[in-house]
């Protein structure tokens, strides 16, 4: 059953993949790009952080294979531990009294300022990679003040990780299926310029890369955490 899903994947990715290539414009000179990208990109995104709308609208099948890269870094990382049978014992040393008090009251607002940064990643400078490096920011910390007390859950983490990684894929085949049939084509109403309800799919997916970067960053600082 696994190996059937698999193959049905493996084809509509395939199908995703040789159909963006036959409506991509072979030949065309990067600085003709270029200008297109910077005068057009405010009126056909929708987003005010012209960065946003190459990353995620222009090139954002290649922003998805950056992500997978990520998954596969995490993964391989896990398995590489995972093989490590005998650790050794040691003696650390315990955090100061600043910085373990201090773990406890910058969490939540590291997290607040990291979700912040990637629902606001079409309009400020930011996105769902520093939002999620942000996040996973406050893990390590955590992590370093608590001195192993508290430690991520991995339900949450695996949860959190599953659900950006399909949200960004499902909004990918809705756009490659309406519209002009690109693969993360921007389905949606762009909306009044400039303000939080804007942009199309572009704050959506970056939402899901927050989660999905965080959760992924966070999971290898805990692999490592544990092993150390």
Same mark, same amino acid.
């Given at each position: ?77 896990? $398995? !590489? ?12 040393? @315990?955090?100061?009294?600043? &910085? =373990?008090? *201090? ?73 490659? $299926? !309406? ?12 909306? @009044?310029?400039?303000?939080? &309800? =804007?942009? *199309? ?22 692999l490592l955490m544990e092993e150390s």
């Amino acid at each position: 059953m696994r190996k059937c899903i698999g193959i049905i994947l493996l084809i509509i990715i395939a199908w995703g993949i040789l159909t963006s290539l036959q409506t991509m414009p072979f030949g065309v000179s990067r600085a003709k790009v270029a200008n297109h990208y910077i005068n057009n990109g405010k009126d056909e995104t929708g987003a005010a952080n012209i960065v946003t709308s190459v990353v995620i609208n222009y090139r954002a099948f290649d922003t998805l294979g950056e992500v997978t890269v990520l998954f596969l870094s995490a993964i391989g990382l896990g $398995a !590489v531990l995972a093989t490590i049978k005998t650790r050794e014992k040691r003696d650390t040393e @315990k955090a100061s009294l600043i &910085l =373990s008090t *201090g773990c406890r009251f910058l969490f939540p607002p590291i997290i607040l300022f990291g979700a912040y940064i990637f629902i606001h990643g079409h309009l400020t400078p930011g996105g769902g990679f520093q939002g999620g490096a942000i996040i996973a920011s406050a893990f390590l910390l955590m992590y370093l003040g608590c001195h192993g007390e508290k430690r991520l859950n991995d339900r949450c983490s695996t949860f959190s990780e599953s659900l950006g990684g399909l949200a960004f894929v499902i909004i990918g085949l809705i756009g490659l $299926a !309406v519209g002009t049939h690109y693969f993360l084509n921007n389905f949606m109403p762009l909306g @009044k310029f400039n303000t939080l &309800l =804007s942009a *199309g799919v572009i704050p959506i997916i970056y939402i899901a890369i927050g989660f999905k970067v965080g959760a992924e960053l966070s999971k290898i600082i805990d692999l490592l955490m544990e092993e150390s």
